[in-house]
């Protein structure tokens, strides 16, 4: 009997069909009893021979040209494909609802053949009234170029676990015993076991104990530890948990090595034990290898937290040096890299590695863990997206993130913020200190939530619930330690030494420098700037030094730049130094610092005003240095960026400028603007007559910033100040017209028309000032700063005085406040309307302290306006009753207040003060934050000699913490 042609073609394109599949490493078999359109069962593999646990069916088509007989071509004429068509759906629909995905494969005839492929699914099958078909593409073939898409197509079917109920299902058979570490770092919920359940009468598996870890529940852990067990024929009860109590380096399970490793980092901050059991497992025989990836990633977490990123690389490579990692495990530590590679300021490795990450990845979305590193890996490739000419894949990297793991982790942080909210509402009803009790429950799911998201590899996603936890913790440890404080200055002579103080100072330090590694820069800006106000100062500065020490990194360069911003003055003088040259240094060669450290925000908008704040802290050696770096920038710079060089500037010393004042001189003179004028008043206060010549001819011939460079108005010239004075009366009454008009634009008129008025009373022209300050549709912003001038003048011409009382007498205190409509789009200042009336005598002491008292109790918006009624009363702190309240409010809480108080009793205090005013101006100057010591200092610089305590005071703050306050003092400017 003779065989068919068409038998023999079909067998021979089935056998070439299993060749091509096994030149890929996949594992082919012949479905020969029961071919029922399945020719093929193919066992898959990845590229490192790695079974992925899926199959996939093939109907391979050979052996007739009918199958090649309907082209598809393109606009060029050339073959795109071949339409398979098949006369009923019969077929196609077996196909495409097996349980397995389904390719077809047409291979052509004769001795070169070549099998071409399509994954056949619902939405490529084309019906055409008479039967289906389906369109193979001419570029399918079943080669390594194709590899990737065979490998989508063969994982499309592997099946997403159910999750719901997974709560009450949890433990370490949960999932398959190579997968149960790894869930137990990351899918803690899958793991741990439920204490409704079982409550704690449970003796825990290492997994589930590293799952109570992971999952934010390390009570839960003290309370199975607690537990006892009455062991038959005895009568002592025994501990239910032993092995996790004694968990630690030599326990003969690996797994409790893999718990003591992970319990001492996460809840004493040491990673030593971490890194010596990665070690020690990767150089082990006939460990499994899903143990190594699993101490490798602890290990390098823990060291990426400290930013150890060289060590941490160095681990995560010992754990791929066999590669015999299983898939999963490979990815997770190829994302772990790709962190550590995005660190060390490599974004080309770090893209490599993780889209290598997430090919693999995406073949076991069946996995919950897999999906969670699959997200981290997507973020890395997010993160860095366009950073090396890639980066059109950003919608596939986005929807990576929405897995089971994040709705979870959302779960817990919205568990702990109820648990804060529910602490709040309560210490509200209380009156007591929002954040003065904190729930250790909430702040331990915050830490499981961000130690999970770290150890998948996902720093943005860690970064949340870190935040979160850390703005609780300053809060609380900020109001802790000023309660340490006040018990520690109250027992101080009893021959105690309290430290509770030191505690809290060292824990609000740790999450200043938590906040600057994670790259929070807007948090720590914001924590910043209140602790340098009221203290403790100290963390700053420490948390600092450790942030210079770092070399500059895409993560954490503008939260190294925020916190130099906010505290650089505390700096100590050599490490402002080595702070202040590693800004410079980039701004002397940015592209240079783009293209190693690819940052985020532009270097000479934020960098100068680190500068700023650094340079006051800083050795003449780097003042020299800022000056060159202007002085070149100066002929070479856009003019646009003369704010970013008047920003470097304005902190450069005078005397130090003065001492290259032929070369300033020329580049201040060679230009125009606030820059040029600045340079040229730091040359005149250093004698240099000719820069002060060129400043007062421009000032004469109405140049505006070099009447602000001169600072007082009495150094103009009797022209240039009628020049001023007419143009300030046009602005002010074009003011006035507009604002009648509805229309607001911001100026500084009034103010500089009341200044002008006050330095040259011949020339003065006040009733544009009286008109502007008294009409309620003038918008508040265009009069507060000149009500604030007008309250703290002294030499306010009698008339004038007179006038503006009268007013305020007939009208009320708050005559010059706006409109209601302008009051709550711009803010009132009815607070700066009563401390004028206090000023000018239109209110008597009792009015005064009243008001005082009732703006004391409203909300802290209400008592920072009181501040403005207590510097006004520095005109009466004279009258006992005012200076008794005066000394009493330089304890308020809020520093605004102590400010306030303090400074009216400098202004008003005559010689021979009481002790206790004394010692009230005393106790402000030794404050432990800086804007307290900052107001006593400027305004002992600008009141003269008046009581015995003044030297005692500036002594006390020429040695204080923030070279701006030991500057304000020195400097009878106070320009800092």
Same mark, same amino acid.
């Given at each position: 009997?003779?065989?068919?042609?068409?038998?023999?073609?079909?067998?021979?394109?089935?056998?070439?069909?299993?060749?091509? %599949?096994?030149?890929?490493?996949?594992?082919?078999?012949?479905?020969?009893?029961?071919?029922?359109?399945?020719?093929?069962?193919?066992?898959?593999?990845?590229?490192?021979?790695?079974?992925?646990?899926?199959?996939?069916?093939?109907?391979?088509?050979?052996?007739?040209?009918?199958?090649?007989?309907?082209?598809?071509?393109?606009?060029?004429?050339?073959?795109?494909?071949?339409?398979?068509?098949?006369?009923?759906?019969?077929?196609?629909?077996?196909?495409?609802?097996?349980?397995?995905?389904?390719?077809?494969?047409?291979?052509?005839?004769?001795?070169?053949?070549?099998?071409?492929?399509?994954?056949?699914?619902?939405?490529?099958?084309?019906?055409?009234?008479?039967?289906?078909?389906?369109?193979?593409?001419?570029?399918?073939?079943?080669?390594?170029?194709?590899?990737?898409?065979?490998?989508?197509?063969?994982?499309?079917?592997?099946?997403?676990?159910?999750?719901?109920?997974? !709560?009450?299902?949890?433990?370490?058979?949960?999932?398959?015993?190579?997968?149960?570490?790894?869930?137990?770092?990351?899918?803690?919920?899958?793991?741990?076991?439920?204490?409704?359940?079982?409550?704690?009468?449970?003796?825990?598996?290492?997994?589930?104990?590293?799952?109570?870890?992971?999952?934010?529940?390390?009570?839960?852990?003290?309370?199975?530890?607690?537990?006892?067990?009455?062991?038959?024929?005895?009568?002592?009860?025994?501990? @239910?948990?032993?092995?996790?109590?004694?968990?630690?380096?030599?326990?003969?399970?690996?797994?409790?090595?893999?718990?003591?490793?992970?319990?001492?980092?996460?809840?004493?901050?040491?990673?030593?034990?971490?890194?010596?059991?990665?070690?020690?497992?990767?150089?082990?025989?006939?460990?499994?290898?899903?143990?190594?990836?699993?101490?490798?990633?602890?290990?390098?977490?823990?060291?990426?937290?400290?930013?150890?990123?060289? &060590?941490?690389?160095?681990?995560?490579?010992?754990?791929?040096?066999?590669?015999?990692? !299983?898939?999963?495990?490979?990815?997770?530590?190829?994302?772990?890299?790709?962190?550590? %590679?995005?660190?060390?300021?490599?974004?080309? &490795?770090?893209?490599?590695?993780?889209?290598?990450?997430?090919?693999?990845?995406?073949?076991?979305?069946?996995?919950?863990?897999?999906?969670?590193?699959?997200?981290?890996?997507?973020?890395?490739?997010?993160?860095?997206?366009?950073?090396?000419?890639?980066?059109?894949?950003?919608?596939?990297?986005?929807?990576?993130?929405?897995?089971?793991?994040?709705?979870?982790?959302?779960?817990?942080?919205?568990?702990?913020?109820?648990?804060?909210?529910?602490?709040?509402?309560?210490?509200?009803?209380?009156?007591?200190?929002?954040?003065?009790?904190?729930?250790?429950?909430?702040?331990?799911?915050?830490?499981?939530?961000?130690?999970?998201?770290?150890?998948?590899?996902?720093?943005?996603?860690?970064?949340?619930?870190?935040?979160?936890?850390?703005?609780?913790?300053? &809060?609380?440890?900020?109001?802790?330690?000023?309660?340490?404080?006040?018990?520690?200055?109250?027992?101080?002579?009893?021959?105690?030494?309290?430290?509770?103080?030191?505690?809290?100072?060292?824990?609000?330090?740790?999450?200043?420098?938590?906040?600057?590694?994670?790259?929070?820069?807007?948090?720590?800006?914001?924590?910043?700037?209140?602790?340098?106000?009221?203290?403790?100062?100290?963390?700053?500065?420490?948390? =600092?030094?450790?942030?210079?020490?770092?070399?500059?990194?895409?993560?954490?360069?503008?939260?190294?730049?925020?916190?130099?911003?906010?505290?650089?003055?505390?700096?100590?003088?050599?490490?402002?130094?080595?702070?202040?040259?590693?800004?410079?240094?980039?701004?002397?060669?940015?592209?240079?610092?783009?293209?190693?450290?690819?940052?985020?925000?532009?270097?000479?908008?934020?960098?100068?005003?680190?500068?700023?704040?650094?340079?006051?802290?800083?050795?003449?050696?780097?003042?020299?240095?800022?000056?060159?770096?202007?002085?070149?920038?100066?002929?070479?710079?856009?003019?646009?960026?003369?704010?970013?060089?008047?920003?470097?500037?304005?902190?450069?010393?005078?005397?130090?400028?003065?001492?290259?004042?032929?070369?300033?001189?020329?580049?201040?003179?060679?230009?125009?603007?606030?820059?040029?004028?600045?340079? @040229?008043?730091?040359?005149?206060?250093?004698?240099?007559?000719?820069?002060?010549?060129?400043?007062?001819?421009?000032?004469?011939?109405?140049?505006?910033?070099?009447?602000?460079?001169?600072?007082?108005?009495?150094?103009?010239?009797?022209?240039?100040?009628?020049?001023?004075?007419?143009?300030?009366?046009?602005?002010?009454?074009?003011?006035?017209?507009?604002?009648?008009?509805?229309?607001?634009?911001?100026?500084?008129?009034?103010?500089?028309?009341?200044?002008?008025?006050?330095?040259?009373?011949? =020339?003065?022209?006040?009733?544009?000032?009286?008109?502007?300050?008294?009409?309620?549709?003038?918008?508040?912003?265009?009069?507060?700063?000149?009500?604030?001038?007008?309250?703290?003048?002294?030499?306010?011409?009698?008339?004038?005085?007179?006038?503006?009382?009268?007013?305020?007498?007939?009208?009320?205190?708050?005559?010059?406040?706006?409109?209601?409509?302008?009051?709550?789009?711009?803010?009132?200042?009815?607070?700066?309307?009563?401390? @004028?009336?206090?000023?000018?005598?239109?209110?008597?002491?009792?009015?005064?302290?009243?008001?005082?008292?009732?703006? @004391?109790?409203?909300?802290?918006?209400?008592?920072?306006?009181?501040?403005?009624?207590?510097?006004?009363?520095?005109?009466?702190?004279?009258?006992?009753?005012?200076?008794?309240?005066?000394?009493?409010?330089?304890?308020?809480? &809020?520093?605004?207040?102590?400010?306030?108080?303090?400074?009216? !009793?400098?202004?008003?205090?005559?010689?021979?003060?009481?002790?206790?005013?004394?010692?009230?101006?005393?106790?402000?100057?030794?404050?432990?934050?800086?804007?307290?010591?900052?107001?006593?200092?400027?305004?002992?610089?600008?009141?003269?000699?008046?009581?015995?305590?003044?030297?005692?005071?500036?002594?006390?703050?020429?040695?204080?913490?923030?070279?701006?306050?030991?500057?304000?003092?020195?400097?009878?400017?106070?320009?800092?």
């Amino acid at each position: 009997m003779r065989a068919s042609r068409q038998e023999q073609t079909g067998g021979a394109g089935v056998s070439h069909v299993k060749e091509k %599949f096994q030149d890929i490493n996949w594992g082919p078999i012949e479905n020969t009893e029961h071919d029922l359109g399945v020719d093929l069962f193919v066992q898959v593999r990845d590229e490192r021979r790695f079974d992925r646990g899926a199959l996939v069916g093939v109907q391979v088509k050979a052996g007739d040209a009918k199958y090649f007989a309907s082209p598809a071509r393109n606009e060029a004429g050339e073959v795109t494909g071949w339409w398979y068509y098949e006369p009923d759906a019969e077929h196609f629909d077996d196909w495409v609802q097996h349980g397995l995905p389904h390719l077809l494969v047409l291979v052509t005839d004769g001795p070169g053949r070549t099998a071409y492929w399509v994954h056949v699914t619902t939405d490529k099958i084309a019906r055409t009234g008479m039967g289906c078909k389906i369109l193979v593409s001419a570029s399918q073939r079943i080669d390594w170029d194709n590899f990737d898409a065979l490998m989508t197509a063969a994982t499309s079917a592997k099946a997403s676990p159910d999750l719901q109920g997974s !709560l009450y299902r949890a433990g370490p058979n949960a999932v398959p015993p190579a997968r149960a570490l790894r869930h137990a770092l990351l899918a803690p919920r899958l793991i741990a076991p439920s204490a409704g359940r079982t409550g704690y009468d449970k003796t825990l598996s290492p997994e589930e104990a590293i799952a109570l870890i992971t999952g934010g529940r390390t009570q839960d852990l003290v309370r199975y530890t607690r537990k006892r067990n009455i062991v038959a024929g005895t009568t002592s009860p025994a501990v @239910l948990n032993r092995d996790m109590v004694k968990a630690s380096e030599t326990s003969k399970d690996w797994r409790w090595r893999l718990f003591n490793a992970l319990r001492a980092f996460a809840l004493d901050g040491d990673t030593e034990p971490a890194v010596r059991l990665a070690a020690a497992t990767a150089a082990a025989e006939n460990v499994p290898v899903e143990r190594r990836a699993a101490a490798a990633v602890v290990a390098a977490t823990a060291l990426m937290d400290l930013e150890r990123w060289d &060590q941490a690389a160095e681990v995560l490579a010992g754990a791929e040096a066999r590669d015999d990692l !299983l898939p999963v495990d490979h990815g997770w530590v190829l994302t772990h890299r790709a962190q550590v %590679f995005v660190e060390q300021n490599d974004i080309a &490795q770090a893209r490599v590695l993780a889209a290598e990450a997430l090919k693999t990845l995406s073949r076991d979305l069946d996995d919950v863990t897999a999906r969670a590193i699959r997200a981290a890996a997507a973020a890395v490739l997010l993160s860095t997206s366009g950073l090396d000419g890639e980066g059109d894949e950003q919608q596939e990297y986005v929807t990576s993130f929405d897995t089971a793991v994040s709705w979870w982790r959302s779960g817990e942080v919205a568990a702990a913020l109820d648990s804060y909210d529910d602490i709040s509402f309560d210490s509200w009803s209380r009156s007591a200190d929002i954040g003065a009790e904190l729930s250790e429950e909430s702040q331990e799911r915050l830490s499981g939530a961000w130690l999970a998201a770290y150890l998948s590899g996902n720093r943005a996603a860690a970064t949340w619930p870190l935040t979160i936890r850390l703005r609780h913790e300053l &809060q609380h440890q900020e109001i802790g330690w000023r309660d340490a404080r006040c018990d520690e200055d109250t027992y101080s002579g009893a021959g105690t030494a309290p430290t509770a103080s030191g505690a809290a100072a060292r824990r609000i330090e740790a999450a200043l420098d938590a906040l600057r590694r994670h790259g929070q820069h807007e948090d720590l800006k914001v924590a910043v700037a209140r602790l340098w106000a009221v203290g403790p100062a100290e963390p700053i500065r420490a948390a =600092l030094r450790r942030s210079v020490d770092q070399m500059w990194r895409r993560s954490t360069a503008r939260a190294h730049i925020a916190l130099l911003a906010g505290g650089g003055d505390l700096l100590e003088p050599e490490t402002a130094d080595k702070a202040a040259h590693g800004c410079l240094e980039v701004l002397a060669d940015v592209p240079v610092f783009r293209q190693r450290v690819r940052p985020t925000f532009m270097e000479w908008h934020f960098i100068p005003k680190a500068l700023r704040t650094v340079l006051p802290a800083a050795t003449d050696t780097l003042h020299v240095e800022a000056l060159e770096l202007l002085l070149a920038r100066m002929k070479a710079d856009h003019p646009d960026r003369e704010a970013d060089l008047h920003a470097l500037a304005v902190n450069i010393r005078s005397d130090v400028a003065a001492r290259q004042r032929d070369r300033v001189r020329r580049a201040a003179v060679a230009q125009e603007g606030y820059l040029s004028a600045l340079l @040229l008043k730091k040359l005149s206060s250093e004698g240099d007559t000719e820069a002060l010549v060129e400043l007062r001819s421009r000032a004469d011939a109405g140049n505006h910033e070099a009447v602000v460079a001169l600072g007082a108005p009495v150094d103009l010239g009797e022209l240039a100040a009628r020049t001023l004075i007419g143009r300030d009366v046009e602005q002010c009454r074009r003011l006035v017209a507009d604002a009648r008009r509805g229309s607001f634009a911001p100026t500084a008129a009034v103010r500089n028309l009341l200044v002008m008025n006050l330095a040259f009373p011949d =020339l003065a022209d006040w009733d544009p000032v009286i008109e502007a300050l008294f009409d309620p549709l003038v918008a508040p912003p265009a009069k507060a700063d000149a009500v604030r001038i007008l309250t703290a003048a002294i030499h306010v011409p009698d008339h004038i005085r007179a006038q503006v009382r009268q007013r305020l007498t007939a009208r009320g205190p708050h005559a010059i406040a706006s409109t209601p409509f302008l009051s709550a789009r711009f803010g009132d200042i009815a607070a700066e309307s009563f401390a @004028l009336a206090v000023a000018v005598g239109a209110v008597d002491n009792a009015w005064a302290l009243r008001q005082v008292l009732t703006w @004391l109790r409203g909300s802290a918006a209400r008592r920072r306006g009181a501040s403005e009624i207590v510097m006004a009363l520095s005109a009466r702190a004279e009258s006992p009753t005012i200076q008794g309240a005066l000394v009493m409010l330089t304890g308020d809480s &809020q520093h605004q207040i102590r400010s306030a108080a303090t400074a009216a !009793l400098i202004r008003g205090t005559a010689p021979g003060a009481h002790p206790e005013v004394e010692q009230a101006i005393l106790a402000a100057a030794s404050e432990e934050g800086c804007a307290v010591p900052f107001t006593v200092a400027r305004v002992l610089a600008r009141t003269e000699e008046a009581w015995t305590g003044r030297s005692h005071v500036r002594d006390l703050l020429s040695s204080h913490i923030s070279a701006r306050v030991r500057g304000a003092v020195a400097d009878t400017s106070a320009s800092t």
